[in-house]
């Protein structure tokens, strides 16, 4: 099975930063997923990361460490619609299910 | 462009009652998964199917039942229903090969 770690919640100021990290522990380890969820609606998909790096997509950006079992989600230009849970998800070789982490709470304020 | 469709959007039920969920997947897309997400949860995995055929199972009760049709659409069949089995229902597809999951809005089941 999978073990995934995250953080519960963060508060950040509009405009600024924001780094959710997310751990990991897994055997056949075939990619990590970032995906954003507001309260009560569907996860909607952000990143990808399978190999090691950094993945950027306009204000949001991805890392991937494998052999640390690490990965990052980085939030620039905060603004208040990115108030929402973030989740990571690994999946494995052998079948393309998804394994999500407890998801991590960002608030932004003005 | 297409989503994943799921219906209903809302459903309430009483206990030991059924209630069949639906999902139309993406066209073209080949594979469709279904997660439970409980409130606070992460989505959990429950099943998945490729090509109508179930290609992996996870946390799925005895008492449910999930198919994929000819027309790819798939149905989550839920039996003998439990308070604790209020919670959003998430169906997903995906091309096989693909990399992301797309999600459906969801089916917001509540069992009194």
């Known amino acids: 099975g999978q073990n995934i770690d995250q953080p519960t919640e963060m508060t950040a100021t509009e405009g600024a930063i924001v780094q959710i990290n997310c751990t990991y522990q897994?055997?056949?380890?075939?990619?990590l997923f970032w995906y954003q969820q507001h309260a009560g609606e569907a996860p909607t998909f952000l990143s990808y990361?399978?190999?090691?790096g950094l993945e950027e997509k306009g204000r949001f950006s991805s890392f991937l460490s494998r052999s640390k079992g690490y990965s990052y989600l980085l939030l620039k230009e905060l603004q208040m619609k990115d108030s929402a849970s973030y989740l990571c998800a690994v999946r494995v070789y052998g079948n393309n299910r998804l394994a999500f982490g407890k998801g991590n709470q960002v608030v932004v304020i003005p | 462009a297409a989503g994943v469709i799921q219906s209903p959007r809302h459903l309430i039920k009483e206990k030991r009652e059924t209630a069949t969920l639906k999902c139309y997947p993406i066209p073209r897309h080949d594979t469709v998964y279904w997660y439970q997400q409980g409130p606070g949860q992460d989505p959990q995995f429950l099943i998945s199917?490729?090509?109508?055929?179930?290609?992996d199972k996870g946390s799925i009760p005895d008492r449910f039942s999930a198919q994929q049709f000819s027309d790819y659409h798939s149905e989550l069949n839920m039996s003998s229903l439990e308070l604790g089995d209020s919670a959003l229902y998430f169906c997903?597809?995906?091309?096989?090969?693909?990399?992301?999951?797309?999600f459906g809005q969801g089916t917001r089941l509540t069992v009194v």
């Open positions: 199917f490729y090509e109508k055929m179930q290609s």
């Open positions: 897994t055997s056949g380890f075939n990619g």
């Open positions: 997903a597809s995906s091309v096989r090969t693909g990399a992301e999951a797309f």
């Open positions: 990361n399978v190999l090691d």
